[in-house]
């Protein structure tokens, strides 16, 4: 199958008319249940992780995290936890690449002892489901992370975490995403604690920290309504912008220039901070938008640096960076404040919170629906065809 629908036939013709187009106020219902899913469902999904991850799981020492779109963003939010906090090998690889070059029992990798996580929350991604089996076919340890259960992904690993959510709706994944990023960082901290990395006591102040950052999430959430649709409406002439971030911003910035595409249409790179002063910085128009992630930790004081630079170029930098920063915030014509503290490994969580509004004020002022859905042509057939949540 293409992975796009026929155009609407007559009724008895035998091939479905696509679903009607998305209103794009769905991302504002998403951020919105954003922190009672983080207050909700980290205890069950934690309970499950440590079903999962028995004590004689103690030896893995490599972590491939495999997905596609949201999911493999999310397995590059998280390797520094899993670097950090488990003191091991993270690999964050997409399913095209693990499945064709970098799976175990492939050329050139040596043997270790693996724990594969495959990312699907409609569990039905082919790539990533067969990822999951060449794992288990080359001796690794193979775990799904999806939201749906008895799914292909599911069937196909030696055990599945389902990180399902209530009242779920159809709509570019967000909600999922985070359900996603917590599931991925409840392993890391019971790899940490089955390695010897962190006592009991030091797992659960962690687990604890992220059933914390509900209140965060939702302050920002709600700072964030009024600040994007003014942001969005500062850049919505741009045909093209940039989102900058580096370590677990790196992944942060990946899946908001992908909620901006798939929601308003408006073509969006994510990119690392190092990397866009070496490339994407002599890209013309000199004018076009550029969001800088800052969440604070290690490359914090580059994104003041890289801000700055853009701004010297005339670019219009939008900043999202703690709510008393002055460092990065003076560069940007427009400041999208993070509200509260979190550590670097977690950052994620509470980083990405800006991208759903963003994404959903400026397909408003651009009169469009998300996935192209407002174009008088075919759309994809299937959920994970589109990049959305089922």
Same mark, same amino acid.
């Given at each position: 199958?293409?992975?796009?629908? &026929?155009? +609407?036939?007559?009724?008895?013709?035998?091939i479905?008319?696509?679903?009607?187009?998305?209103?794009?106020?769905?991302?504002?219902?998403?951020?919105?249940?954003?922190?009672?899913?983080?207050?909700?469902?980290?205890?069950? %999904?934690?309970?499950q992780?440590?079903?999962?991850?028995?004590?004689?799981?103690?030896?893995?020492?490599?972590v491939?995290?495999?997905?596609? *779109?949201?999911?493999?963003?999310?397995?590059?939010?998280?390797?520094?936890?899993?670097?950090?906090?488990?003191?091991?090998?993270?690999?964050?690889? +997409?399913?095209?690449?693990?499945?064709?070059?970098?799976? !175990?029992?492939?050329? *050139?990798? !040596?043997?270790?002892?693996?724990?594969?996580?495959?990312?699907?929350?409609?569990?039905?991604? !082919?790539?990533?489901?067969?990822?999951?089996?060449?794992?288990?076919?080359?001796?690794?340890?193979?775990?799904?992370?999806?939201?749906?259960?008895?799914?292909?992904?599911?069937?196909?690993?030696?055990?599945?975490?389902? =990180?399902t959510?209530?009242?779920?709706e159809?709509?570019?994944?967000v909600?999922?995403?985070?359900?996603?990023?917590? *599931?991925?960082?409840?392993?890391?901290?019971?790899?940490?604690?089955?390695?010897?990395?962190?006592?009991?006591?030091?797992?659960?102040?962690?687990?604890?920290?992220?059933t914390?950052?509900?209140?965060?999430?939702?302050?920002?959430? &709600?700072?964030?309504?009024?600040?994007?649709?003014?942001?969005?409406?500062?850049?919505?002439?741009?045909?093209?912008? *940039? $989102?900058?971030?580096?370590?677990p911003?790196?992944?942060?910035?990946?899946?908001?220039?992908?909620?901006?595409?798939?929601? /308003?249409? $408006?073509?969006?790179?994510?990119?690392?901070?190092? &990397?866009?002063?070496?490339? &994407?910085?002599?890209?013309?128009?000199?004018?076009? !938008?550029?969001? $800088?992630?800052?969440?604070?930790?290690?490359?914090?004081?580059?994104?003041?640096?890289?801000?700055?630079?853009?701004?010297?170029?005339?670019?219009? =930098?939008?900043?999202?960076?703690?709510?008393?920063?002055?460092?990065?915030?003076?560069?940007?014509?427009?400041?999208?404040?993070?509200?509260?503290?979190?550590?670097?490994?977690?950052?994620?969580?509470?980083?990405?919170?800006?991208?759903?509004?963003? /994404?959903?004020?400026?397909?408003?002022?651009?009169?469009?629906?998300? %996935?192209?859905?407002?174009?008088?042509?075919?759309?994809?057939?299937?959920?994970?065809?589109?990049?959305?949540?089922?």
């Amino acid at each position: 199958m293409s992975g796009r629908s &026929e155009p +609407n036939t007559p009724a008895g013709a035998g091939i479905q008319a696509p679903p009607p187009p998305l209103d794009p106020r769905v991302m504002l219902r998403q951020v919105d249940a954003l922190a009672a899913d983080l207050r909700e469902r980290t205890g069950p %999904f934690d309970e499950q992780v440590r079903t999962l991850l028995p004590a004689r799981w103690a030896a893995v020492d490599t972590v491939s995290i495999v997905g596609d *779109g949201d999911s493999y963003h999310a397995a590059c939010a998280v390797r520094m936890a899993f670097a950090s906090l488990a003191g091991v090998d993270c690999r964050p690889v +997409n399913a095209l690449r693990f499945v064709e070059y970098d799976h !175990p029992g492939s050329g *050139g990798r !040596p043997p270790r002892t693996e724990l594969t996580l495959t990312v699907s929350a409609s569990g039905r991604t !082919p790539l990533v489901v067969r990822s999951a089996e060449l794992a288990r076919a080359g001796g690794a340890h193979a775990i799904a992370v999806t939201a749906t259960p008895d799914s292909p992904v599911a069937r196909a690993a030696d055990g599945a975490l389902l =990180v399902t959510l209530p009242d779920t709706e159809r709509s570019p994944g967000v909600r999922t995403y985070q359900a996603s990023l917590l *599931g991925l960082l409840l392993i890391a901290i019971r790899l940490g604690e089955l390695r010897g990395r962190l006592s009991g006591p030091e797992a659960d102040a962690l687990r604890g920290e992220l059933t914390a950052l509900a209140g965060p999430v939702g302050a920002t959430a &709600e700072t964030a309504r009024t600040r994007c649709r003014e942001t969005a409406e500062r850049i919505a002439d741009a045909a093209v912008l *940039g $989102v900058l971030g580096s370590g677990p911003s790196h992944g942060t910035a990946l899946f908001a220039a992908a909620k901006v595409i798939e929601t /308003s249409g $408006v073509f969006a790179t994510g990119q690392d901070l190092e &990397e866009w002063c070496h490339v &994407e910085r002599f890209a013309r128009p000199p004018e076009a !938008p550029v969001i $800088v992630v800052a969440a604070p930790g290690r490359s914090y004081r580059h994104a003041a640096e890289v801000a700055a630079k853009a701004a010297a170029l005339g670019r219009r =930098v939008i900043t999202v960076a703690p709510g008393d920063d002055t460092a990065i915030a003076r560069h940007g014509r427009s400041a999208l404040p993070v509200t509260g503290h979190v550590r670097e490994e977690f950052s994620p969580l509470l980083y990405h919170v800006f991208a759903a509004p963003l /994404s959903c004020h400026l397909a408003q002022l651009l009169g469009r629906a998300p %996935f192209l859905a407002d174009l008088p042509r075919p759309i994809p057939t299937t959920p994970q065809d589109r990049g959305e949540t089922p």
